[in-house]
């Protein structure tokens, strides 16, 4: 892949897709609201547990509203490295304030900003680690496992590629039987919507090379959660 036709920083800093973002914001969760109630069950607390996670490439908050939501003694820590998601994020996420907090972080480098704390309880990602080259998701699995206490978990929601042309296909067809108007939006993008696109497949890998990356970077209990069609939640934990 010829990274100098990288366009996701420059997709995810601008302000007309932060608004297409936000403005779609509705439909979008409700299609979700499973997929982040799972992920914050799967995490090993007692409902009445104090912890502190983070959540990476955060947008919005969605992932943390849904685990500041089940665990109303937790804390997160949002980070992303778009201001306009984040100022955008700032108004989703004003019931949970005090309880949160966002730092600036661009996850394609590797120096992690000192405003993380050095020990999490979890750390989850939603939707972002597809944008990142291999190498990074590479090392940012890594990093993820030294930031976690022993017994921290990370688990990561996100679509990935098919290996075979067949499952792809089949892919495809069920995702245009669940929305009719998909193939034709497929085929009338705009300028904006075929950016976005290209951006949302350029570094996207198939989940088995997902998994083996968790496994070199030390995790346990390594599992895929759950699965539909392309979208995945997997994750597992740091030994003790
Ligand atoms: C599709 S949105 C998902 C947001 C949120 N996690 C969710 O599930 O709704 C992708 C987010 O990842 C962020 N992002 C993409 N690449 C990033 C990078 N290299 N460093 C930090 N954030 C990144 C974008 O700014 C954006 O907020």
Known sequence: MDQSADT????????????????????????????RRLMAVLLPFGEQEAFTFLDLGAGTGAASRAILSRYPRSTAILADFSSGMMSAGEQA????????????????????????????????????????????KQGLFTEIFEHLVPGGWYLNYDPVRAEDPVVEAAWQRANDHDDPEAASKRLNRTPQEQARWDNHVRYMIPLRQQLDYLRSAGFHGIDVYWKHLENVIYGGYRPG
């Open 8 to 35: 996701n920083a420059a997709i995810w800093q601008s302000g007309e897709v932060v608004q297409t973002w936000t403005a779609e914001t509705e439909q979008r969760e409700r299609g979700q609201v499973a997929q």
């Open 93 to 136: 996420m004003q019931p949970f304030a005090g309880r949160y907090q966002y730092v600036e972080f661009d996850m394609s480098a590797s120096g992690w900003p000192a405003a993380i704390p050095a020990a999490l309880d979890a750390v989850v990602t939603s939707l972002c680690v597809h944008h990142l080259p291999d190498d990074r």
